[in-house]
Protein backbone atom coordinates (compact mmCIF):
# COMPACT_ATOMS: atom_id res chain seq x y z
CA UNK A 1 0.00 0.00 0.00
CA UNK A 2 1.34 3.71 -0.78
CA UNK A 3 1.07 6.52 1.06
CA UNK A 4 0.92 10.07 0.19
CA UNK A 5 1.19 12.76 2.75
CA UNK A 6 0.02 16.57 2.19
CA UNK A 7 -2.01 19.10 3.10
CA UNK A 8 -5.94 20.02 1.99
CA UNK A 9 -7.31 23.94 1.81
CA UNK A 10 -10.99 23.62 2.58
CA UNK A 11 -13.15 26.02 0.15
CA UNK A 12 -14.09 29.40 1.22
CA UNK A 13 -11.28 29.08 3.82
CA UNK A 14 -8.22 31.28 2.75
CA UNK A 15 -5.97 30.21 5.85
CA UNK A 16 -6.37 26.98 7.07
CA UNK A 17 -4.24 24.00 5.65
CA UNK A 18 -5.12 20.59 7.26
CA UNK A 19 -3.35 17.25 7.26
CA UNK A 20 -4.10 14.73 4.63
CA UNK A 21 -3.07 11.10 4.02
CA UNK A 22 -4.50 9.31 0.96
CA UNK A 23 -3.59 5.63 0.57
CA UNK A 24 -4.01 3.41 -2.27
CA UNK A 25 -6.10 -0.06 -1.76
CA UNK A 26 -6.07 -1.68 -4.84
CA UNK A 27 -7.24 0.48 -7.28
CA UNK A 28 -8.92 2.99 -5.16
CA UNK A 29 -7.34 5.67 -3.06
CA UNK A 30 -8.52 6.26 -0.18
CA UNK A 31 -8.10 10.12 1.10
CA UNK A 32 -8.28 10.75 5.07
CA UNK A 33 -8.26 14.45 6.48
CA UNK A 34 -7.66 15.13 10.43
CA UNK A 35 -9.96 19.00 10.39
CA UNK A 36 -8.05 20.41 13.19
CA UNK A 37 -9.66 23.58 14.67
CA UNK A 38 -7.28 26.71 14.82
CA UNK A 39 -7.50 28.56 17.76
CA UNK A 40 -5.54 29.55 21.24
CA UNK A 41 -3.94 27.19 23.56
CA UNK A 42 -5.39 28.20 27.68
CA UNK A 43 -2.96 26.21 30.12
CA UNK A 44 -3.83 25.68 33.38
CA UNK A 45 -2.53 24.04 36.92
CA UNK A 46 -3.62 23.77 39.73
CA UNK A 47 -4.87 21.50 43.02
CA UNK A 48 -8.13 20.52 42.86
CA UNK A 49 -10.01 20.64 46.96
CA UNK A 50 -12.98 18.41 47.91
CA UNK A 51 -15.06 21.71 47.69
CA UNK A 52 -16.01 22.24 43.86
CA UNK A 53 -14.14 25.24 42.17
CA UNK A 54 -14.66 27.04 38.50
CA UNK A 55 -11.70 27.16 35.76
CA UNK A 56 -13.08 29.96 33.83
CA UNK A 57 -11.38 29.93 29.95
CA UNK A 58 -11.60 33.65 28.15
CA UNK A 59 -13.59 32.27 25.82
CA UNK A 60 -15.91 29.22 24.66
CA UNK A 61 -13.74 26.51 23.92
CA UNK A 62 -13.39 23.53 20.84
CA UNK A 63 -11.10 20.83 22.98
CA UNK A 64 -10.58 20.01 26.62
CA UNK A 65 -7.65 17.94 27.87
CA UNK A 66 -7.50 17.33 31.60
CA UNK A 67 -4.79 15.29 33.35
CA UNK A 68 -4.54 13.97 36.33
CA UNK A 69 -1.31 14.57 37.94
CA UNK A 70 -1.52 12.80 40.86
CA UNK A 71 -0.33 9.29 41.95
CA UNK A 72 -3.03 8.73 44.72
CA UNK A 73 -6.72 10.58 43.96
CA UNK A 74 -8.82 11.23 41.77
CA UNK A 75 -10.47 14.42 40.25
CA UNK A 76 -14.10 14.80 39.22
CA UNK A 77 -15.27 17.74 35.91
CA UNK A 78 -18.14 19.13 35.47
CA UNK A 79 -19.48 20.69 32.13
CA UNK A 80 -22.71 21.20 32.69
CA UNK A 81 -22.62 23.70 36.22
CA UNK A 82 -21.75 20.76 38.92
CA UNK A 83 -24.77 19.04 37.75
CA UNK A 84 -22.75 15.90 36.69
CA UNK A 85 -19.37 14.89 37.16
CA UNK A 86 -16.60 12.70 35.23
CA UNK A 87 -14.40 11.49 37.50
CA UNK A 88 -10.75 11.15 36.15
CA UNK A 89 -8.91 8.05 37.34
CA UNK A 90 -5.32 8.49 39.25
CA UNK A 91 -2.83 9.22 36.22
CA UNK A 92 -5.15 9.56 33.83
CA UNK A 93 -6.24 12.30 31.16
CA UNK A 94 -9.94 12.81 29.81
CA UNK A 95 -9.66 14.43 26.62
CA UNK A 96 -12.96 15.95 24.89
CA UNK A 97 -14.33 18.16 21.90
CA UNK A 98 -16.64 20.55 23.94
CA UNK A 99 -18.24 23.85 23.87
CA UNK A 100 -18.01 26.02 27.53
CA UNK A 101 -16.78 28.90 29.01
CA UNK A 102 -15.73 27.27 32.08
CA UNK A 103 -15.82 23.58 34.06
CA UNK A 104 -16.27 22.91 37.21
CA UNK A 105 -13.18 20.73 39.59
CA UNK A 106 -13.29 19.09 42.54
CA UNK A 107 -11.01 16.24 44.41
CA UNK A 108 -11.51 12.81 46.27
CA UNK A 109 -8.84 14.73 48.79
CA UNK A 110 -7.13 17.92 49.03
CA UNK A 111 -4.54 19.27 46.90
CA UNK A 112 -4.98 16.98 44.17
CA UNK A 113 -2.67 18.13 40.96
CA UNK A 114 -4.53 18.89 37.60
CA UNK A 115 -3.40 20.04 34.34
CA UNK A 116 -5.68 21.44 31.71
CA UNK A 117 -5.22 22.35 28.42
CA UNK A 118 -8.33 24.13 26.51
CA UNK A 119 -8.41 25.07 22.88
CA UNK A 120 -10.47 28.53 22.64
Known amino acids: MAHLYGRLKIAGNTTEWHPISVEKAGDEYVVKAAIIPSGVIEHYNGDAELAVATVTFSGATKRIVIENMSGTETISVSFDGGVNFKTI???????????????????????TAYEILALV
Do not use: N
Open 89 to 111: AIGKTLDVAASVTSIDIKASAAA
